[in-house]
Each structure stands twice: as C-alpha cells, then as structure tokens.
C-alpha cells in the first residue's frame, strides 16, 4: 500500500513540476521581455567600437540599440561579441552608410544575428551589397533609402539624416555616406561615415545647424574629409577617429590631426585606445576608454594659468611637473596645462615616470 501512494506520489509531483515549467513564463513578464537583463541605460551611449581599419558604431538608448556599420567581414565575430555582452538582442535598425567593405563586410552575419526591423542604406548601386541584401532578403529585413531630414527614434534619442538625397549623383562612392545626427537632450553626434569635402561643402551651404558636441571624422581621419569650413560649421568640443593601428594609409593624416589642434579639440582614437564610449544624460558628456573617463566640457585648455604647476602632452597623455625635462621639446600646440593632479587625471593623463609628479 505505501509502495503505491509512494508512486501516486511521485506521479503527481511530477506532473505538478512540468506544469510549473510550461506557466512560469506567463506569470513572470520579465522572462519574455526582450529588453536586455542588465540595469536600463539612461540617457544616450554611442560605442565607437574598435574594427580595426574600418567603421563600426553602436547607438544605446532606454534599452533600445541601433547599429552604423560592421566593420570588415573579418571583424564580424568581434562585433557580434560585444553586443552580445552589452545584453544586445535585437537591433531596432542598422545603418549601411555605403557599400564599402570597411564598413558593410560583417553587416550580413549581424543582420542574421540580430534580425533588425529596418536596414537604411544610400541610393546606389554596387556589387558589395549583395551579401546583405542576401541577408535582408533571408531575415525579412525592410530596406529603406533615407532622404534629408528624415528621422528615426532610438529609445529617447533622435537620428536624424542629412545626406545623402536619394537622387544625388557622386563619382566617389564614399560621398554617398549617410551622415546622420544623434541628438538627446541638449547634446548632439555627428556620425560622416566616408563624406568628404565635396560633401561637407554641400552641408554648410545648406543651411543645417551643424553644430554638434560630438564629431566622428570622416574616413578614418583622412586629409579628404574633415574640411576647414566644416570644423568651423560642426565646432566640436571632441572628435572620434575609427582606424587600424599602423594602417597602410596613414590615418589618421596629418592634416586633420593639426586642424583638430588648432582649433583646440581633443582626440580619441581606436587605433590608440581602442573601443571608445561617449556617455550623455542630455547635458554632460562622458568619454571612456579601458583606462579613463573624461568629461567633455571640463577637457583642460590652453586658456589656464600660465603659471600652471603641470604640463600635459596631448600626443602622450602625460603630464609633467613644469619643471621636467621632458617639456622641454615639447612643441606649444601639444602642451595643456593643469592646476592640479586632479584636473590631469580626470582629464585621462598619466603621471609622467621621470618627475613623479
């Protein structure tokens, strides 16, 4: 008789547990949410992630997450990989800013990883889509060709697109880049993807408030993007280079590099740092790295005391006592001055190893 209760028993307790199982998820919501695990994102997070020579930038708003570019086919595991641990499960949309392989090579195994609603991409024609419209095509993806001034909502964040229009006509495919701004609160990006000059020029003659806090250069920093006139448009307080360490063509050049220091605007870059976060609450702006983290309106300037107990190299992101050595080559446009070490290490610079500052 106990050996057959001790059976019903079980019989029961079995079936009380699969029940169990097939009902959990009705009764606990957050199980079927498809908004990621780990604590809601405030505000707005642009992830400049490292592809080597190539584009790749991750939007992040309110749980939601949009991607520009994927990098070369090569970086695609890379880039799956970081969102994956960000709690990254769908795309609300992905950007292809035009068909270059530094910037739409991975597009296709992501588009299959995280199946977005829409894929924006530039009117024109060229073989190297057809891996991702392959992968559009197989996921139910909805292609769309952006115009100026339409907008798409990233969580609270607004994109906006300024160029290309659908019916312009370029000789060099990286001016049918889709340039877009990003705007949460009182903060703006400015993403260029490959638009040079001539693209640039065209911006500033049309009448768009330019003016972003943050600009990501065009080309990986080429000299054929990242004009004059459009710096003194964009007026940027930081700057974002995306490029391969030693890469064969020498981004980032020179050129823009000096332009940047002219006009007082620091650098981050992946080649040097890699990947590269810039954090807002619609007010201040954070920029991370492995290392640091700097508030972008409280980047030190030449503008400080003059008689400033520490000196900084930009290039080197080191600082100085003013009496060291190793300032005393240093050219005028590579110093930064600070007050104390506080303002120095906040600002992201390292203690020099010589004067021990």
Request: net charge negative; glycine share 6%; charged share 25%.
């Amino acid at each position: 008789m106990k050996k057959t209760i001790y059976i019903v028993a079980s019989i029961i307790l079995c079936i009380a547990t699969l029940i169990l199982c097939i009902l959990y998820p009705y009764w606990n919501p957050s199980h079927l949410t498809d908004e990621p695990i780990a604590e809601e994102n405030k505000g707005l997070t642009l992830h400049f992630i490292d592809v080597g020579q190539g584009d790749c930038t991750l939007i992040e708003s309110k749980g939601h997450y949009a991607l520009v570019d994927a990098g070369e086919y090569k970086e695609r595991d890379k880039v799956i990989s970081y969102l994956s641990l960000l709690g990254v499960r769908t795309l609300d949309f992905i950007i292809a800013t035009h068909p270059h392989s530094d910037h739409i090579g991975g597009l296709s195994d992501v588009i299959r990883h995280f199946n977005p609603s829409t894929l924006i991409m530039p009117n024109v024609e060229s073989d190297s889509w057809n891996y991702v419209l392959d992968a559009a095509d197989e996921r139910g993806v909805i292609c769309e060709t952006p115009e100026p001034f339409d907008t798409y909502q990233i969580g609270s964040a607004t994109l906006t697109v300024l160029s290309p229009a659908s019916d312009e006509v370029y000789s060099d495919l990286n001016n049918y880049s889709v340039v877009t701004m990003i705007e949460y609160g009182d903060t703006s990006f400015l993403l260029t993807g490959d638009a040079e000059a001539l693209v640039e020029k065209t911006l500033v003659k049309s009448g768009f408030d330019l003016s972003a806090d943050v600009l990501k250069c065009g080309h990986h920093g080429s000299s054929s993007s990242s004009s004059d006139a459009f710096l003194d448009a964009v007026k940027p307080q930081a700057a974002i280079i995306s490029c391969g360490k030693n890469n064969d063509y020498g981004h980032p050049h020179k050129e823009v590099i000096s332009a940047l220091d002219d006009r007082d605007i620091p650098v981050w870059r992946t080649d040097l740092l890699g990947s590269i976060k810039a954090t807002t609450d619609g007010e201040k702006i954070y920029i991370s790295t492995n290392d640091t983290t700097t508030e972008v309106n409280q980047i030190p300037t030449e503008a400080q005391s003059e008689t400033a107990p520490y000196i900084g190299n930009r290039n080197s992101k080191v600082f100085h006592l003013n009496t060291c050595s190793g300032i005393k080559d240093m050219q005028d446009k590579n110093k930064v001055e600070f007050l104390n070490r506080e303002d120095a290490e906040k600002a992201g610079y390292k203690p020099c190893a010589s004067c021990k500052p």
